[in-house]
Structures are given as structure tokens and as C-alpha cells.
């Protein structure tokens, strides 16, 4: 029932998708490894441009249904997706999720809580 309901409601953002903290996500990226962490952020370009996570991804979320099937992510290894305040995350985690990737998660509070925990940022397009 779960996928059925998963490809049904999809584009509602409510709902529980598995979650990272800030902290713990700041620790997968400063991490010294081979592999970095696979980031998405689906926000706007003006609010990507104001300040993202260093090596991040950007692919608005009304652009990710169209181009899922071209993203350069493992599908058997996390992806963490990241908007303002992980309420469009979640669209992403369910579309990820659909798409066969086997670890979506959202950014517990998006940007808002990561730029509160006092984490750094990356500004402008890069």
C-alpha cells in the first residue's frame, strides 16, 4: 500500500521522510574520505546563490521529476536533499525514492536550521 499511496501523493508536503540533522550531515561533509556526501539542493537559483552547502548539487524541485534520471548520484548510497526549510525536500526525498535511489534523506529544518547551527555556507553559483 505504501508505494501506491507514495506515487499517489507524492506532491504533498506533509508527511515523515527519514531525516539528517545539520550536525550530522556538517560531519559526513568535513569528513576526509574519497567520497563525498551525495547533496541535492532543490531550491530556487536566487536562494542556492545566497549561500549553499559546499559540493552540492542544484536541480530546482520543479525541475527534478523531468531530470531525475540524469543525476550523477549512486542510487545504492545516501543522497540528502536540502531546501529553505525541508517542507520541498520531502517532495524530493519520495521523488528520489520512486526513482529507485535506496537512501533519500532531508536535511532536518533545510537551510533555515543549518544556517542557525552556525554551519558554513558557500555563496553564489559556483
Not at 569528513?31 to 547533496?39: N, V
Not at 542556492?48 to 540524469?70: K, T, V
Not at 528520489?96 to 536535511?107: C, D, I, V
Request: charged residues 20%; glycine residues 8%.
Amino acid at each position: 500500500m505504501k508505494g501506491l499511496m507514495l506515487k499517489m501523493f507524492w506532491w504533498l508536503p506533509i508527511g515523515s521522510v527519514p531525516e539528517v540533522t545539520p550536525d550530522e550531515l556538517a560531519r559526513l561533509v568535513n569528513k576526509r574520505s574519497r567520497s563525498r556526501p551525495q547533496i541535492l539542493d532543490v531550491r530556487t537559483m536566487p536562494e542556492y546563490e545566497q549561500g549553499h552547502i559546499r559540493n552540492s548539487l542544484h536541480l530546482p524541485i520543479g525541475a527534478l521529476n523531468g531530470n531525475i534520471g540524469a543525476l550523477p548520484f549512486d542510487k545504492s548510497k545516501p543522497v540528502y536533499a536540502i531546501c529553505r526549510s525541508a517542507h520541498r525536500s520531502i517532495l524530493a526525498v519520495r521523488l528520489l525514492e520512486m526513482a529507485g535511489y535506496e537512501q533519500p534523506n532531508q536535511l532536518q529544518g533545510g537551510m533555515m536550521a543549518w544556517e542557525r547551527s552556525g554551519l558554513p555556507v558557500t555563496k553564489g553559483s559556483d
